[in-house]
Structure formats: C-alpha cells, structure tokens
C-alpha cells in the first residue's frame, strides 16, 4: 500500500490504525497464526498482541522483525517499531459454520475413526471423517 497512501487514508487517528493494523495481521502471520492471536491494542509504538501462552508468545517474539517488515508493507510509517504481548488471552472463537445436512450413510468404517484419533484438533478430525466417510459411501454408489 506504501506509506504515503496509509498515513493519508488512516492519518494519526489511533483508533483507525489500529483498524489497519488488525486487517494487515493476517496478512502478516498467515491464517493460522491469525487465528490463534488477537491484536488487541496500539499503545504508543508497541503493537498489543493476545496469545494462548508463553509458547505462543515466545514463537511470536522470534518472528517479530518478520511481522513487523510484512505489517509495514501495508502499513508503511504507521507500523509500530515492536510488539507486545498478553499471555492468556484467547482469541474471540469464530461463530460456527453450519453443518450440512449429511448423507444417509456418512459414518465412516471403525478401522477410519480409529486413525482419526491421531488427529489432536477436533474440528479437523470431525472434517477428516465427514469427507472419508462421504468419498468412501460414493464408491461404493458407483
């Protein structure tokens, strides 16, 4: 976005730079990232971040100089010189999807259900088995 056309449109307000800067930080973190953190405020020069714990916290201070040069491509001269960060603050969980409406047969054989229990995320592992169940139902349609 360059520097000149950010500090035009966001100006010095804190509040509409912290609106850029929220928006940017996926682009900075990637999708992952962005969804286990939460930017939470501006403070002088210090980006506030929300992390799940010190793990998190100490992965993201490595990456800072990373962050900070991705932020300041959209950002430009409004991007702050440092982050920081709050332990323990989970990011706000995103409304849940719909579910849809399943097929007649969509349970997936035991043997299935016993691999998907290597997966740790739950959400992940609930799609791992919707999808086997309905590829392994659809072959046996055809």
Not at 75 to 103: E, Y
Not at 122 to 138: G, P, V
């Amino acid at each position: 976005m360059g520097s000149d056309l950010a500090a035009k449109l966001f100006g010095s307000d804190p509040a509409r730079v912290l609106t850029l800067l929220r928006a940017a930080w996926p682009l900075a973190v990637g999708p992952e990232l962005a969804r286990r953190t939460e930017v939470i405020a501006l403070e002088g020069s210090t980006l506030r971040i929300g992390v799940p714990d010190a793990g998190w916290r100490k992965g993201l201070l490595r990456m800072q100089r990373e962050i900070l040069a991705r932020l300041h491509r959209v950002a430009g001269d409004l991007t702050p010189r440092r982050l920081g960060f709050k332990d323990g603050c989970a990011p706000r969980p995103a409304a849940p999807k719909p579910t849809p409406p399943a097929a007649a047969t969509t349970e997936a054989p035991p043997a299935v259900v016993a691999a998907a229990e290597q997966i740790e995320d739950a959400e992940i592992r609930a799609r791992f088995l919707e999808t086997a169940a309905r590829y392994l139902a659809h072959g046996r349609r055809g």
